[in-house]
């Protein structure tokens, strides 16, 4: 079992930053590939960023967002600097345990966390 756990989201005005982080425990994660989704009321939940021994990023966050891990502390981040309204969406954290490519469809990752809200104002 892994339990993820959410935090950082929030209000914050258009060009804007925020940092989202993803507390990890349970079964070893060192090795899990992790990613970060987002979705909309009334939409499909999208992709948005993936870390493994590689980053891979959504072309619509491409230069604005990085993610990245601190093992030590079972930690994933999502760093989301020159927010945009658009960017609004709940983010959630996952966690794909079967592998060590990134792999972009939420149904191929096993645990996720509750989410964070974030808005971003124009």
């Known amino acids: 079992q892994v339990q993820l756990v959410e935090s950082g989201g929030g209000l914050v005005e258009a060009g804007g930053s925020l940092r989202l982080s993803c507390v990890v425990s349970g079964r070893s994660s060192s090795n899990h590939v992790m990613g970060w989704f987002r979705q909309d009321p009334g939409k499909e939940r999208e992709f948005v960023a993936a870390i493994s021994w590689y980053t891979f990023y959504a072309d619509s966050v491409k230069g604005r967002f990085t993610i990245s891990r601190d093992n030590a502390k079972n930690t994933v981040y999502l760093q989301m600097n020159s927010l945009k309204p658009e960017d609004t969406a709940v983010y959630y954290c996952?966690?794909?345990?079967?592998?060590?490519?990134?792999?972009?469809?939420?149904?191929?990752?096993?645990?996720w966390g509750q989410g964070t809200q974030v808005t971003v104002s124009s």
């Open positions: 996952a966690a794909d345990t079967t592998g060590r490519n990134i792999r972009r469809h939420s149904y191929e990752y096993d645990y």
